[in-house]
């Protein structure tokens, strides 16, 4: 399937909603809402907005490159959502987002647990995609075929 306009925004919409998701398993697993915002305000100098402005674009641009990248992993929509996110997890955020916001390599200057919660917590984002991203595509542009969905 063909990346489009309509396409992407429901990749857009489900990074929305994904990330809202994201963040509610971190208020209820750890007890900090918007963590990661806070993080990364912190680490440019910014208020809360702008790291929330941030954490919400990459949710969204998450959203929209799994959608284009789709049909280079196999199985159903959710379970190629979770591929393609536990790669990113690993590359884009233990070792490149975490050491560069000092939280050292895997995010383990805060603890053991971080690397794991990370993990989770991106797990659940791409079920969400992995979820929404065919029903909405289908709603978006009734042309688009999902089998799962059909």
Known sequence: MQLTYK?????AI???????VFDLVGLIAMGQW?????????KIGTGLISGVLFHYANGILLAVIFAGLLPLFFGPVWARALQFITLQTIFGV??????LLDLGAMGLEMGAM???MALIRHWVFALVVGIL????SVKIAPE????EVR
């Open 7 to 11: 396409t992407a925004m429901a990749a």
């Open 14 to 20: 489900a990074g929305i909603i994904g990330t809202i």
């Open 34 to 42: 918007w963590d990661i915002p806070g993080l990364l305000a912190g």
């Open 94 to 99: 233990w070792f490149f987002m975490f050491p």
């Open 114 to 116: 971080m690397p794991v």
């Open 133 to 136: 991203y065919p029903v909405l």
């Open 144 to 147: 688009v075929r999902f089998a």
